[in-house]
């Protein structure tokens, strides 16, 4: 970090506080999340504006989730059966958003909590489609999910973000208006702005194959750096950088080498 004073937050507003605290200081807090944790920043950027917080700035590279899953159908090695949605973002833009994708690529959609038996039911719902030969949007998580999502979390959204005309993923390579910035009127709380942050690309190892992993074209052990150069504890591609990601999963919880998932994936 240069010398700087980085520090992990619970929330944006903890950040807030320390720049009130700290008059003194510029304080960024660097946003990043799906629809799942854009709501805090929006309203974290609304109280700042409400108590004329002026050391306070927002470096947003928050993302929206149906761009990259329309990036991901459009791939022409696409060889994904159907989609498990995600719960968290769910409960904010709910079930319409994820429409698109049986009505237009005829691939089912069932959005799953995540409790080990979310999982199952929600695969369950998904192959139970697929064998039954209907393609819709269901819900497994419905104590949490509405159809119509968080109305007031998407009114906040609209009130602070904008869609910026590009982003770049990693493994996806740019994506049209998949990313929020800040609206123009809260320009004075945009870092980028503030800061004139440079535009700077990391590309991916060439060695690295998580665009596959992502469309579904490999598996995570069929990487040429799966379980040798690329681990936990060493990541390359952001499908292991991730506790989440596909690669993470299958290394962690399978508990396997690269060498010993190819062989069982040979013969299963």
């Known amino acids: ?14 950040a807030l506080r320390v720049a009130v605290e700290n008059p003194a200081r510029e304080v960024v807090f660097f946003a990043v999340g799906f629809e799942t944790t854009a709501p805090s920043t929006a309203v974290t950027v609304l109280r700042a504006r409400a108590e004329a917080v002026s050391n306070f700035t927002v470096f947003s590279n928050h993302v ?6 329309k990036a991901i159908l459009d791939s022409p090695d696409l060889r994904l059966d159907g989609f498990l949605g995600p719960g968290h973002v769910s409960t904010v833009v709910g079930q319409r958003p994820y429409r698109f994708v049986p009505e237009i690529y005829r691939k089912p959609v069932v959005t799953a909590g995540f409790e080990p038996l979310d999982i ?3 695969i369950e ?25 968080n109305p007031r979390a998407l009114e906040i959204l609209a009130e602070v973000f904008e869609l910026r005309p590009h982003f770049e993923w990693r493994g996806l390579g740019f994506i049209s208006e998949s990313a ?5 009127e809260l320009a004075h ?3 980028e702005l503030r800061y004139s942050v440079p535009g700077v690309r990391v590309a991916d190892p ?26 936990p504890e060493t990541p390359i591609g952001t499908c292991m ?21 190819v062989s069982m994936g040979a013969t299963n």
Request: proline share 4%; aromatic share 8%; glycine share 8%.
């Open 64 to 69: 929206t989730i149906v761009p990259p899953m």
């Open 125 to 149: 719902m998904l192959l139970l489609q697929i064998r039954e030969g209907r393609c819709c949007v269901e819900n497994q998580y419905t104590r949490c999910v509405r159809e119509e999502g």
């Open 180 to 184: 929020l910035k800040l609206r123009g």
């Open 241 to 261: 950088v991730s506790s989440e990601g596909a690669c993470a999963a299958y290394y962690n919880f399978g508990r396997l080498h690269r060498d010993v998932a």
């Open 206 to 231: 060439k060695a690295c194959q998580c665009g596959e992993v992502l469309k579904g074209a490999i598996k995570p052990w069929e990487c040429k750096v799966f379980g040798t150069a690329c681990t």
């Open 120 to 122: 199952l039911q929600a």
């Open 189 to 191: 709380f945009d870092a």
């Open 1 to 14: 970090a240069r010398g700087a004073d980085v520090r992990f937050v619970y929330s944006p507003l903890d």
